[in-house]
């Protein structure tokens, strides 16, 4: 499988999802009404913005350096300063972009080109984005607990569900893939701790952005609890129905928020606080939009014909 025609199925993909993106936020309008969208933006102020600039230069050293990581146990090591700079790149794009996908589509294309190994490129991110989600999903397991009485149990069937669908999916996957992945999957083995701990960091780091952003719109619940719907609102965030990230996650916040008897409105307010001080944040990726470092040259794998073929 070429570059283009990934790009073409890709671009499907996007649109897909830029439109069940603009639905769920066209639902929300509908039934909150636009004040909740104009309080968020109002509510992002400067110490937000600064809290958030701030913690993702952290968050993106974090997932730049599990990247790295990854990426070296494959044969088509990315230097951690590459890393940073190429994250912050993506991190832009994606948050500013369609589909929120096309900054790391980008990234893996880019990586596997100048390496002159596309298949490795391409799986050096997706183990990136795969591994972090997962990190994340097994935080908002934990946070179960914490979760008001209310939507705990709610909450608790959609992850199970979730869990389902992955199981689901990957079972659907032909048998060379799945031997393929497993035989890769025991290659990344000896950096699995350091991703584990870079993935926590990142998410906690966004945890913190959500919670000033909730404390800025005037939400004054218990910091666990908060956190806790931080979790599950950033983990909805992931889902491959967003417009950059939007849709999902003020539908989850809008849920959450309501069933913790904060109230949808603010759960909605909050959700549109944490999207903008977040898009700022990653403005800094302007500066490494020509950034055209050399990558590492690796050596042959023929897992590059299995996985990417």
Do not use: K
Not at 116 to 124: I, T, V
Not at 175 to 180: I, L, Q, T, Y
Not at 233 to 255: D, K, Y
């Amino acid at each position: 499988m070429n570059g283009s025609t990934i790009a073409t199925r890709t671009n499907r993909w996007v649109w897909v999802r830029f439109l069940l993106g603009t639905a769920i936020l066209v639902v929300l309008g509908f039934r909150l009404g636009a004040e909740p969208f104009v309080e968020g933006v109002r509510r992002a102020d400067l110490t937000a913005l600064l809290v958030a600039l701030v913690v993702t230069a952290g968050t993106t050293w974090c997932c730049a350096w599990r990247w790295s990581l990854l990426s070296r146990q494959l044969d088509i090591a990315v230097p951690a300063g590459t890393a940073y700079r190429r994250y912050y790149r993506s991190q832009l794009l994606n948050a500013t972009l369609p589909g929120g996908v096309l900054g790391d589509l980008h990234r893996g294309i880019d990586h596997g080109r100048s390496a002159g190994a596309l298949g490795r490129g391409l799986r050096s991110v997706l183990w990136d984005r795969a591994s972090g989600q997962a990190v994340q999903a097994s935080l908002a397991i934990l946070a179960l607990v914490l979760l008001p009485t209310a939507v705990r149990s709610g909450v608790g069937w959609l992850l199970l569900a979730l869990g389902g669908v992955v199981i689901a999916l990957t079972a659907a996957l032909p048998a060379r893939v799945r031997r393929a992945t497993v035989t890769e999957l025991r290659t990344l083995r000896p950096v699995l701790p350091q991703v584990v701990l870079a993935s926590a960091l990142a998410a906690g780091g966004h945890v913190v952005v959500f919670v000033v952003a909730a404390r800025s719109v005037g939400v004054t619940a218990p910091l666990a609890e908060l956190a806790a719907l931080a979790l599950v609102v950033l983990l909805a965030s992931a889902l491959p129905l967003s417009v950059a990230g939007w849709g999902p996650r003020e539908g989850a916040a809008a849920w959450l928020f309501a069933g913790a008897g904060i109230g949808a409105e603010t759960g909605l307010s909050v959700a549109v606080a944490f999207g903008v001080v977040s898009l700022v944040a990653t403005l800094p990726g302007v500066l490494m939009l020509a950034d055209r470092t050399p990558a590492a040259i690796p050596a042959p794998d023929p897992q590059d014909e299995v996985l990417s073929g």
